[in-house]
């Protein structure tokens, strides 16, 4: 009886592997069926055992579709598919439910996401094997990851903005509940995006590392950029994303700090702690160079307000600030020293990197952090500042810093370029 079973699962199996992206199929629902069918499959242990037992073509045939370019398709079920053929193996990844929210009701407990994760190292297998093949399988994958991601994650602080206007107004008038699920939606979707590149980095580190391929660095500046961008909304002191979470709206339910906030450490600890030493400095590097880059955000993973004095350990974090250390029952204890290697890592290099590009004269520092070079120009004021400080600031508020006069646009400054614009504000 159960080998029947068994062998009924492996042949619906095959069957969905085979024509979930069946060009012959013009039929959306039907289409959106099978994908949504196959997304289910993989998520209980049984039936993604019956998806490991079909023929090696057939699985190494849906690997292959499955990192088809994202592009005219509907790549958030795909993205579903590959994250949970991941689940259980990323860092702080082995939860069934999120650690802010209430405990599985009885009911609730066979949905496919609510499933303890059962990952599959065969078909990871498959899809570094397909991503190492020819020179444009992993860059067209990548990219279009890295596009949704920023899309995703851009729609997310968009409605999370009206979000918060609405909040603010006397007559408190909410947007409706279908805008709180899209929000909540892009949310998800930029968290198991960031996922789906964590799993990239561990199973083909070298997509991004070795410089020898010719579309490693972009795509290594790409993500560093995307990175840094996602942890300085999150982390930044009463930002928006702060204030949204705090009101706990119903719909949004999943927007918190843990589930983003793991997803990107596993990303940098795998560039920056697990790799060879020249494939650390070389991520490293990326991501000081990047302007957005702030060692504060590395710091708040940590519960730490700034970075550490160098040879000092790690004061308790503050109970009311985030910290990865609260969260010793989905973190080990391995994890956590690891990303304490990180901070110090980062530290020790941001110190080596300003003391290398520290300008001769007090005037070419930026007058808000008195840490980087004067690199941006605001228009049309002509006030001048880091661009780590003015992207950090844009982020909230489009006034100036110093005269309040409205932002335009901002531009490149270089001091031996520009000797007559006008002079920064003390």
Known sequence: ?????????????????????????????????????????????????????????????????????????????????????WRGCGFGYRYTRLPHLLKTKLEDANLPSLQKPCPSTLLQRHMADLLQQG????????????????????????????????????????????????????????????????????????????????????????????????????????????????????????????PILVAVTGILVQLLVRGPASERERATSVLLADPCFQLRSICYLLGQPEPPAPGTTLPAPDRKRFSLQSYADYISADELAQVEQMLAHLTSASAQAAAASLPTSEEDLCPICYAHPISAVFQPCGHKSCKACINQHLMNNKDCFFCKATIMSVEDWEKAASTSTTSSAA
């Open 135 to 258: 020179p444009d399988v992993a860059p067209s994958f990548l990219n279009s990851v890295l596009n949704q991601l920023n899309w995703a994650f851009s729609e997310f602080i968009g409605m999370i903005q009206e979000i918060q206007q609405a909040a603010e107004r006397l007559e408190r008038n909410f947007v409706d509940s279908r805008q709180l699920k899209v929000c909540a939606t892009c949310f998800d979707l930029s968290v198991s995006l960031l996922r789906v590149l964590e799993m990239t980095i561990t199973l083909v580190p070298e997509i991004f590392l070795d410089w020898t391929r010719p579309t490693s660095e972009m795509l290594l500046r790409r993500l560093a950029q995307l990175l840094n961008q996602v942890l300085n909304r999150v982390t930044a002191e009463r930002n928006l994303f702060d204030r949204v979470v705090t009101l706990r709206l119903p719909g949004l339910e999943s927007v918190d700090h843990y």
């Open 1 to 85: 009886m159960e080998h029947g079973y068994e062998e009924t699962l492996t042949r619906l199996a095959a069957i969905l592997a085979k024509h979930f992206a069946d060009t012959r199929i013009v039929g959306t629902d039907i289409r959106d069926s099978l994908m949504q069918a196959l997304a289910s499959y993989v998520c209980y242990p049984h039936s993604l055992r019956a998806v490991e037992r079909i023929p090696e073509e057939q699985r190494i045939a849906m690997v292959r579709n499955l990192l088809a370019p994202y592009e005219q398709r509907p790549w958030a079920q795909t993205n579903w598919i590959l994250v949970r053929l």
